[in-house]
């Protein structure tokens, strides 16, 4: 099986900056896309940036321009630098990959626990 763990959420004024991390683990065979989403109260769960296979991005609107995503693919991380922070973008940001365990032809949709994100105004 695979595994998600994320870090780096946290309080942060407007305008201030947070650096999410997650590392995928377990019996990994490849990972397709990986990358963020994010739920807030009383909202459906929605895309913020995802990295594909190929190395190309895909970001929300909403955060072109601030919003920074990054791939390792030796180390199966995906971070989420995130920049001139706004109080909408308060939300449990979750980790996403697409990945293959070793013991499966198939890729199946992971997600790690979530992580808090809180921007003050």
């Known amino acids: 099986q695979v595994q998600l763990v994320e870090s780096g959420g946290g309080l942060v004024q407007a305008g201030g900056s947070l650096r999410l991390s997650c590392t995928a683990s377990?019996?990994?065979?490849?990972?397709?896309?990986m990358g963020w989403y994010r739920q807030a109260p009383g909202k459906q769960r929605e895309l913020v940036a995802v990295?594909?296979?190929?190395?190309?991005?895909n970001y929300a609107d909403s955060v072109k321009g601030r919003f920074t995503i990054s791939r390792d693919n030796a180390k199966n991380t995906v971070d989420l630098q995130m920049n001139s922070l706004k109080p909408e973008d308060t939300a449990v940001y979750y980790c996403?990959?697409?990945?293959?365990?070793?013991?499966?032809?198939?890729?199946?949709?992971?997600w790690g626990q979530g992580t808090q994100v809180t921007v003050s105004s």
């Open positions: 990295s594909t296979s190929g190395r190309s991005a």
């Open positions: 377990g019996s990994i065979s490849s990972i397709n896309a």
């Open positions: 996403r990959a697409d990945a293959r365990s070793t013991s499966s032809w198939y890729f199946f949709t992971y």
